[in-house]
């Protein structure tokens, strides 16, 4: 199998060996196949080397020289190696501090490549720069063409990393399969896989390198929408259930709701009724940012089912927000009638029992939960219903399985995350796509700013002049996993130094993860119904909750959340229509990246301004967590960068599953064992497998 060559561990290629085929783990390359798409980080033009007269300062350049002299020097900042390296038309001091052990790497005569930034110190320098040594026979690899220059790793030289890489270059590209389909590569001008990895080594063949890259990057968006298309072709098939939405549940709950929907939220609910009509399972992803009003929407969506004699559920990702929502479900639907459960690990004997056996019987009933509800001995007999709230806290599994507890029901998942549109069709492609776009009325824009340790006496007169008007505020002691207990500790501290110091004239509560759920919930309890005005909470509040009283929220420590983290705390305020404030306390010395998120907190508001924000600081990997997504990784292709070669692998992918929707036909065949290969993670692949 040609595939099965590419698998070769890259310690059996000629010149690894065991040691060496360590470093290439660390650059995550263990096999032959990996090698092949381990990228150069850049490349150096090394057919006609600069003289050094003609190098200009200020800028990148590579020059070719012989070492004239070397030496260490002792300085203030540590040792010092210089180098002098001269060719026909002058010399140039290269400088290296603190790496006395280069002394041993040089000896006079020998000719050597610098790559570096040219400055002018007495004469021509350049410090730090990069370096190989040539040696005879070098011609071809190293000099005399464009090089590829790999990613380093300690231990691992260029020159090392060079020589290596063209054996596995020259020995495997031979091997190398195309997968994708001659009308797709042609309608795209696309490199044949072999041309690509060949030029993305040695650029200058025929090709040249960022055609190349586009080429593995359509690969990994076609693999992956190819995956997805196929994903929701199983669904689309299915048969589901057939509701009937035109309720009177519904109508009596939105009449007891109070406000009447946003028309952003008519149109979701309409979208939603459109789905739960059609006899097929809804698969419906539900954006909108924090305090857009998704509760209700659900709720609704959830009597609907209800009417027709089905069970619905709503899992949430804690314990307060599942809380939460049955007490909100609970005002509004008793009164109508309706059975409304809360299943959570602390629900426990006799009353759990209950719970249990009314889903086992199949009572209509809305039950809300936690990940308690996708245990094993949680049984629905008519779950015709899901919701997932707050989606990005569960793993595709967990949502997998709350389906699995009934029979093809319909599924409505929610995200406060909103998140950019090439994100969205790449991850939820699977999903058709809902977006609460406007604010309920009268909302106004959170005020934020950014303050140090000498506003504070300010800024707790500020809070206790809106405590006295009769709002109520949240102070925010971050909870880091490394440092979880001397910040718990400096949480229960800042609540007795709050209730003793500035606001003894007031009721502070704390509310931490360790707490028991009882407590939790009288502590919740007491700030919804103002018995208790200020909150000291560690991030435990981060999710849904929603005290519409609370107007102002400190977040201590601010420089060490993340950004969607920080809009989610946020969110916690402004919820009704009273002028709210967000004050983010921050050491005054910030990392780069640090500041750059305090800076988006206080610029924006848009949720979806955010999320930017935050994949461009983060990148998608880590905003997306892919691991948790169950997609396959991307090798080449950025989200980012990438989103022409995205939206034109996505069209062809499903343009391909609409013609062939099982990858039977012989030419796909190839393509679809590939295509396994890259989801071997992912679910539901069934279809094809
Ligand atoms: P989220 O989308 O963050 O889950 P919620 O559903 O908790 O937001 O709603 C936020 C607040 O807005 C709640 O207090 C809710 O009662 C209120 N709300 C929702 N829809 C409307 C509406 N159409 N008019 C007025 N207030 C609304
Ligand atoms: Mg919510």
Redesign the pocket.
Known sequence: MALGDLKLPIQYVKGVGPRRAELFARLGVHTVEDALYLLPNRYEDRRHLKLIAHVRIGEQETIRGEVLAAGLKNTRKGPLFELVIGDSSGKLVAKWFNQAYLKKRFKRGQEVILWGKVLLGLGLEMVNPDYELLEPGDEQIHTGRIVPIYPLTQGFSPRLARSIMKTVVDTFVPQVRDFLPDTVRERHSLLSLPAAIEAIHSPDGHDDPEKARRRLAFDDFFLLSLGIALRRQETVEEAGIAFKVESSLADQALARFG????PA?EKVLAQIKEDMARPRPMNRLLQ?D???????VAFLAMLIAVDNDYQAAIMAPTEILAEQHFIRAERLLAPLGVKVFLLTSSIKGKDRQVILDELQRGSPAVAVGTHALIQEEVQFARLGFVIIDEQHRFGVLQRARLRAKGYRPDVLVMT?TPIPRTLALTVYGDLDISV?DEM??GRQTVKTYRLKEADRPRLYQFMIEELKKGRHAYVICPLIEESEKEDLKAAIKTANDLQEGPFKDFQVGLLHGRMKFEEKEAVMGGFREGRIHLLVATTVVEV?V?V?TATVILIEQADRLGLSQLHQLR?RVG??GDQAYCFLMTSPRLSEEAEERVQAMVNLSDGFAISEKDLEIRGPGDFFGTRQSGLPDLKVGSILRDVRILEQARTEAFHLVQEDPRLQAPEHSFLKEVLLERWRDGIGLGVIG
């Open positions: 406000y009447p929907l946003t939220q909108g924090v305090g857009s009003g998704k509760t209700i406060a609460l309920p009325p849904g929603d519409p969110g919820r009704a």
